[in-house]
Nanobody, 121 residues
Framework: QVQLVESGGGLVQAGGSLSLSCAAS????????MGWYRQAPGKQRELVAS???????NYADSAKGRFTISRDNAKNAVYLYMNSLKPEDTAVYYC???????????????WGQGTQVTVSS
């Protein structure tokens, strides 16, 4: 099995910065696309940023110019660096990854448990 664990969430004042980390562990053969999603109360979960195994990135319009996604393939990890945070960035942030297993060669989509990010004004 595969597990994704996020860390780095917390409370920050508007205009501040915060960094999130996600590490995948388990029977991993390879990881394809990894990404960060967020879900605010009463809203649907939305993509914040994603990154392919080759390094191609994709950002939500609201994140462009403020957030940066990166990954470390050797560590099976993905990171999200958030700058100039706004109150509307407040949400639970989830790590997501497409993982191909080592024992069974099939690709599955996995989610982390989520980490709370709260931006105060």
């Amino acid at each position: 099995q595969v597990q994704l664990v996020e860390s780095g969430g917390g409370l920050v004042q508007a205009g501040g910065s915060l960094s999130l980390s996600c590490a995948a562990s388990g029977s991993i053969f390879s990881i394809n696309t990894m990404g960060w999603y967020r879900q605010a109360p009463g809203k649907q979960r939305e993509l914040v940023a994603s990154i392919t195994s080759s390094g191609r990135t994709n950002y939500a319009d609201s994140a462009k110019g403020r957030f940066t996604i990166s990954r470390d393939n050797a560590k099976n990890a993905v990171y999200l660096y958030m700058n100039s945070l706004k109150p509307e960035d407040t949400a639970v942030y989830y790590c997501n990854a497409d993982v191909t297993g080592w024992i069974v060669s099939r690709t599955y989509n996995y989610w982390g448990q989520g980490t709370q990010v709260t931006v105060s004004s």
